[in-house]
C-alpha cells in the first residue's frame, strides 16, 4: 500500500502536478517560487548559450560548467547558438540583480550585467547541489541590498599562498560577496612586493620566529615569512574581478608598522632598533608622522599599490595606533606645532587627511578603521566600523560612507562555540552563527543615515589561524549569515536560514570545502 503511493507520488510530481519544494538559497532572494510546470532536466553535452560576441559571459559560462563538473558530475558544453541554459543581459534590471527562469523552455539566466548573472549562476549551483538534475519549473527575482559585501583576510599573521587565496576568493564568489579586503601589512609581516622598497619584502617579509598559544612565554624557533610578487598580485586581482569582487588592499597607517620599520628604520621616530614582531597584539612602533621622508615613502608605495589595484577604495588601516612614540618625537611635536594641532589625536587625523588628499589626487577614495574618526574625519573617507557600530553610526550620522564590520558579530576569528576546551586555539570570545545572523547594520540609522552604510564585511583575523584548513573551519559556515545580512537584511528568519543552510553545506561538501559542524549538530 505504502509502496503504490509512494510510486503515484512520484509520478504525479515527475509530471509536474506538484509545485516542487521551494528553493533554498543562502543568500535569501526578494522572490523564489516553484510554479508547478515542467522543469528542465540537465544531462551531460546540454548546452549554455551566451550571447555572440560576450567574452565575459563565455568565460562566466565556462567557469559554471567547471563547477557542474565538480559538483554534480554533469559536462556542459558552451556555445554561442540557442541552448536550453540560456544567459543574457537585460539592462532593465539592476546591475547585481538577476532573473532566473526554469520551464519548459528550458532555463534562462538574465543579469542587469554579467555581475548579474554570475549572481544568477550562484543561485543555480544552489539549485542544482537541492534538487539534482532535475530541475523543477521556478521562478527567482533577486537583488542585493548592500553594493559593498565584504571578507578581510589577514595574510600577515599567518600567510596564505596564492592558491589558497584564490580559493578564498572562490568560497566568498559563492556567497555573493563582492569585496576581498587584503591585509597586506602589518606587525608581523610586510607581505606585498614593492618595487621601489625592495627591503619591505627581503627584511619585512619574514619574522625570527613566532611565539606559541595565547602570547605564551614561549616560541617555535622557526623563522616564518611569505610574501607576494606583484605578478602574483596581478594575477589574483585577476582571478577575483573574474568572479565580480574587487581586491581593496590594505596597507596599514600610522600603526602596525613594525614590519616596515624593520626594513626602513628611518621610518620610525627612534631610527633605529626595530624588528619584524614575533607575538601578536599592538606595539608602540608606528610611523613618525612629523618627517615628510615617511609621507614621501607612502606616496610612492602607494602609487605602485593603485597601479596593482583598480579598486575605488584603498584601505589605509589606521587602527590601534599607540601615540607615545610621537609624544616623545620633535620632529612630531614640530609638526604638532606647526599645523596648528591640538594634540596626538589631531597628529593622526592629519596623517589620515594627508594621505586622503594623495590618494583623492590620484583618483581613489580612503577608507580605514573607525579610529580614523578620532582627531576628525574628512568628509569623504569611509569609515569600517569593527570596535562595535557606535563609530560607523557616528560615521554614518555626519554623512561618512560606512561599513560595518563590528567585532560582536564579523570577527570570525572568535570561537564558534562557548565549548572552549574542544575548539582549536582561538582569539577569544564566542561568536556562534546565530549571533552573527543578528547583525542589524542600520541599527541607530535613521533613513538619512541609512543611506550612508555602503555594506557589511566579515574580518578574518589569522594570529590563530595557522593554516588554510583553519581558515575555512572559522570562515564557514559563518560567512554564510554576513553574507545574508548583506544581500537581504530585511528578510530574516534564523530558522529559515538554518534550514536553508543544510542544503548549502552539502555544496561545501562536493567543493571540498571545511566548515564548522556546530550550528547542524541537531
Ligand atoms: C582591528 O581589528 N584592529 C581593526
Ligand atoms: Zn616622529
Redesign the pocket.
Known amino acids: 500500500m505504502k509502496k503504490t503511493i509512494l510510486l503515484l507520488l512520484a509520478a504525479l510530481s515527475a509530471a509536474g502536478a506538484f509545485a516542487a519544494v521551494p528553493p533554498a538559497l543562502v543568500p535569501q532572494p526578494r522572490l523564489a517560487v516553484c510554479d508547478g510546470d515542467e522543469g528542465l532536466q540537465l544531462a551531460d553535452g546540454v548546452r549554455i548559450s551566451v550571447p555572440a560576441n560576450n567574452v565575459v559571459l563565455f568565460r562566466v559560462a565556462e567557469q559554471f560548467a567547471q563547477w557542474m563538473e565538480r559538483e554534480a558530475g554533469l559536462r556542459l558544453a558552451v556555445a554561442e547558438s540557442d541552448g536550453p541554459l540560456r544567459l543574457t543581459l537585460d539592462e532593465s534590471l539592476g546591475a547585481e540583480a538577476y532573473r532566473l527562469t526554469v520551464g519548459p523552455d528550458g532555463l534562462l539566466v538574465a543579469g542587469g550585467t554579467e555581475a548579474g548573472v554570475f549572481y544568477g549562476l550562484q543561485s543555480l549551483r544552489q539549485l542544482v547541489s537541492q534538487y539534482g538534475t532535475a530541475l523543477p519549473a521556478l521562478r527567482i527575482e533577486d537583488e542585493p541590498t548592500f553594493a559593498y559585501r565584504g571578507t578581510m583576510l589577514d595574510c600577515c599573521r599567518h600567510f596564505f599562498t596564492v592558491d589558497e587565496v584564490k580559493t578564498f576568493i572562490d568560497i566568498l564568489a559563492l556567497h555573493k560577496i563582492n569585496r576581498f579586503h587584503w591585509h597586506l601589512t602589518d606587525d608581523q609581516g610586510w607581505r606585498i612586493e614593492i618595487l621601489r622598497y625592495p627591503e619591505l619584502t627581503r627584511v619585512g617579509a619574514h619574522r625570527a620566529e613566532t611565539v606559541l598559544g595565547n602570547n605564551s612565554a614561549a616560541y617555535d624557533g622557526k623563522p616564518y615569512g611569505g610574501y607576494y610578487t606583484q605578478r602574483q598580485v596581478r594575477d589574483v586581482v585577476a582571478y577575483a574581478a573574474e568572479r565580480f569582487i574587487t581586491v581593496v588592499p590594505e596597507i596599514e597607517m600610522p600603526g602596525h608598522a613594525s614590519a616596515a620599520l624593520a626594513s626602513y628604520p628611518w621610518l620610525g621616530?627612534a631610527g633605529e632598533g626595530y624588528k619584524v614582531q614575533t607575538l601578536w597584539g599592538v606595539f608602540p612602533e608606528v610611523f613618525?608622522?612629523?618627517?615628510d621622508t615617511t609621507f614621501e615613502f607612502m606616496e610612492e608605495v602607494l602609487d605602485e599599490v593603485i597601479a596593482l589595484f583598480p579598486s575605488e577604495y584603498i584601505h589605509v588601516g589606521g587602527d590601534e595606533c599607540p601615540k607615545e612614540?610621537?609624544k616623545r618625537?620633535p620632529?612630531?611635536q614640530r609638526r604638532i606645532r606647526e599645523e596648528g594641532l591640538r594634540d596626538e589625536n589631531e597628529l593622526q587625523s592629519y596623517f589620515i587627511h594627508r594621505i586622503e588628499r594623495w590618494l583623492n589626487a590620484h583618483g581613489r577614495r580612503l577608507i580605514g578603521w573607525d579610529e580614523i574618526l578620532d582627531g576628525g574625519v574628512s568628509p569623504t573617507a569611509a569609515v569600517m566600523s569593527w570596535r562595535g557600530t557606535e563609530g560607523g553610526i557616528r560615521a554614518a550620522r555626519q554623512g561618512n560612507p560606512v561599513v560595518m564590520a563590528p567585532t560582536t558579530h564579523c570577527y570570525l576569528d572568535y570561537y564558534q562555540t562557548d565549548d572552549v576546551a574542544n575548539e582549536p586555539l582561538a582569539w577569544g570570545g564566542c561568536l556562534p552563527l546565530s549571533k552573527v545572523y543578528e547583525l542589524d547594520p542600520y541599527e541607530g540609522l535613521d533613513s538619512l543615515a541609512q543611506r550612508c552604510v555602503l555594506g557589511v564585511q566579515a574580518n578574518l583575523w589569522t594570529e590563530y589561524i595557522p593554516d588554510f584548513a583553519q581558515a575555512q573551519y572559522m570562515l564557514l559556515p559563518r560567512l554564510a549569515a554576513v553574507a545574508e545580512v548583506g544581500w537581504a537584511p530585511r528578510r530574516r528568519n534564523y530558522d529559515d536560514f538554518l534550514r536553508r543552510m543544510e542544503h548549502l553545506r552539502l555544496l561545501y561538501g562536493a567543493c571540498g570545502y571545511r566548515y564548522a559542524p556546530h550550528p547542524f549538530a541537531h
Do not use: D, F, I, P
Open positions: 621616530c613618525c608622522a612629523g618627517r612614540s610621537w618625537c620632529e612630531c
